[in-house]
């Protein structure tokens, strides 16, 4: 039986974010907005919220016997219909993905894998059928999985396809961002650790990838957290240090041809970490990280400071947006300021 809560929203305005009740103190690493009225979140202690009526309201979705899982990405496709990625060690019982097609009044296990090592990162849908996931690496090469028939069964990628990643280079799975896909064949992969800073990238759903380098800055608890992308060849990639989110140094990177190449896009830095990012229309972009929110109407080349909010993922669908954090925080965008100027 699907057990629901109401949580009703409280309509404060902070800066440019109206904070809403989620009545939880789960960690929230992801957020999946649909329209103006529909937006899942997922997080910690198996948490899943979700809203239909513009945040005004928020669901509690109780996916069983999963109060250990981190659901650290979630894909939605409709009001009815979504997959939810736990991270974790899978000889942990930590790798799973879950899909529900109702709403959330039940869920069905998709996918699950016990390997050690084995900790998903992303997750991503080119349409309603095929999708594509992807771990940190086994034997020096990430573990990929796709999907053709809408995440109800998974298949992995041949690892002889994927560059080896090199010694320290893993991803973050901070925003649900490390992976994002574009049109109907293209994807990215962010890298991040010692030696990372790179982007992996398919154009043909995931089956071969090559590889390309950034110029922002790799370590041990640094690197690339979150990748965009407007079109095929336009894209953006942004991160920080999670141990030190108030580090300062270029840390978004841009590519004009597809995630080839890629340079430093910043004449002035969104200092600090920056988790994930969003497109609001074809040259404004909204990044959030632990270090604050702000904004570049200049596809990356400069950035305006929103306010000091530390929220971790954000998603936008034409003006309606909604970002993520800790201890329960889901806010929703007011775009008063991007109005003025980001037209």
């Known amino acids: 039986m699907k057990y629901i809560l109401l949580f009703f929203v409280c309509q404060v305005t902070f800066a440019q974010w109206i904070v809403q009740n989620s009545n939880t103190q789960a960690s929230f690493r992801t957020v999946s907005a649909i329209d103006k009225n529909t937006c899942w979140v997922s997080g910690s202690g198996g948490t899943v919220l979700r809203t239909l009526d513009g945040g005004t309201s928020w669901q509690k979705l109780t996916v069983p016997n999963t109060d250990q899982l981190d659901f650290r990405d979630i894909h939605a496709f409709d009001s009815q219909t979504a997959i939810i990625m736990s991270a974790g ?74 560059p080896a990643v090199k010694d320290g280079e893993a991803a973050f799975a901070a925003s649900g961002t490390a992976l994002v896909v574009q049109g109907n064949t293209n994807a990215w ?39 965009r992308f407007l079109d095929a060849k336009t894209g953006i990639a942004i991160g920080g240090n999670y141990e030190d989110v108030k580090e300062a140094f270029l840390n978004v990177n841009v590519t004009k041809d597809g995630g080839k190449t890629w340079t430093a896009a910043s004449q002035t830095i969104p200092a600090g970490l920056k988790e994930g990012v969003a497109i609001y229309n074809k040259n404004t972009l909204i990044a959030v990280g632990p ?53």
């Open 89 to 162: 060690d899978g000889s942990e019982g930590k790798a799973k993905l879950y899909k529900t097609i109702d709403g959330g009044a039940s869920w069905k296990l998709v996918y699950s894998i016990d390997q050690k090592g084995v900790f998903f990162d992303s997750i991503d849908f080119w349409d309603r059928q095929h999708g594509i996931a992807f771990s940190d690496p086994i034997d020096g090469k990430f573990y990929i999985i796709v999907t053709s028939d809408g995440g109800d069964t998974w298949k992995r990628v041949n690892s002889e396809n994927i």
């Open 291 to 343: 270090s604050g929110t702000c904004y570049s109407t200049n596809w990356g080349k400069t950035w305006t400071k929103i306010d000091e909010s530390a929220l971790h993922a954000v998603s936008f669908v034409g003006k309606s947006g909604w970002a993520v954090g800790g201890k329960g925080q889901i806010v929703k965008f007011n775009d008063a300021i991007l109005n003025q100027g980001a037209k």
């Open 189 to 227: 992969i962010g890298t991040g650790g010692e030696n990372g800073g790179r982007v992996f990238y398919s154009t043909d759903q995931g089956q071969t990838w090559q590889v390309s380098e950034t110029t922002i800055k790799a370590g041990k608890t640094s690197g690339i957290f979150g990748v």
